[in-house]
């Protein structure tokens, strides 16, 4: 059993089902539902193999074109009779997240990118794809947003997967509970309006709408 590649296209299909859902609030079509559920999928990983200067595995292994297929379909489906899609979009994408934090900086480390740049990578894997997705929507990138949290849950995930690699104490149970760690952070920081400090300690932070 290929662990990596499975948590990869676990993640792949998070973030997939968070493109489609997010397309199918917006009132795209089909098509751009599945464009979307691509590019929020698939984007994060595709800059990361860039990077480490490899063939993208989306590009390389078809089972990748399988998660955003899929939850393009079953959100066709079932998106008449969800109730708070956005609820539903914050916890696929912060699955999604907690996955590709810990496979991007994986990977980098197997490519034998020192710690620090592991977990550059890492983070990027993460939060490029939810970054591709928003911006392609005309929504304000939740990485960008004062009111929210979202590259620290990522960063953490990805400093706490080298840390452990570099002990040699990684394996499913200790990437389980990074995952678990990374998901609950970005959710409880979600429903509790958590945030980072702004750029500029003179400006006043804005409220919700």
Same mark, same amino acid.
Request: a positive charge.
């Given at each position: 059993m290929n662990a990596p590649l499975i948590l990869d296209l676990f993640g792949v299909f998070f973030f997939a089902m968070s493109g489609s859902l997010l397309a199918a609030r917006k009132g795209f079509d089909l098509v751009g539902s599945l464009l979307l559920a691509s590019l929020a999928s698939l984007g994060g990983g595709v800059v990361?193999? #860039?990077i480490i200067d490899t063939q993208p595995a989306a590009f390389s292994n078809p089972a990748y074109l399988i998660p955003p297929a899929l939850a393009t379909i079953l959100v066709y489906f079932l998106f008449s !009779?969800?109730? =708070?899609?956005? =609820?539903l979009l914050v916890l696929f994408d912060a699955g999604g997240l907690a996955l590709f934090c810990i496979v991007g900086t994986l990977k980098a480390m197997d490519f034998g990118l020192n710690p620090v740049a592991a977990v #550059? #990578? !890492?983070?990027?894997t993460a939060v490029g794809g939810g970054l591709l997705r928003d911006v392609v929507a005309n929504e304000i990138p939740q990485l960008f947003d004062p009111r929210d949290i979202y590259a620290i849950p990522a960063f953490l995930g990805a400093v706490l997967t080298a840390l452990l690699v570099w002990a040699e104490w990684f394996n499913v149970v200790t990437g389980i509970v990074v995952a678990v760690v990374v998901f609950a952070l970005r959710v409880l920081a979600w429903r509790h309006g958590w945030h980072a400090p702004l750029a500029s300690a003179g400006r006043r932070r804005r409220e919700a709408p």
């Open positions: 990361r193999d #860039l !009779g969800v109730e =708070k899609v956005s =609820k #550059l #990578l !890492g983070v990027t």
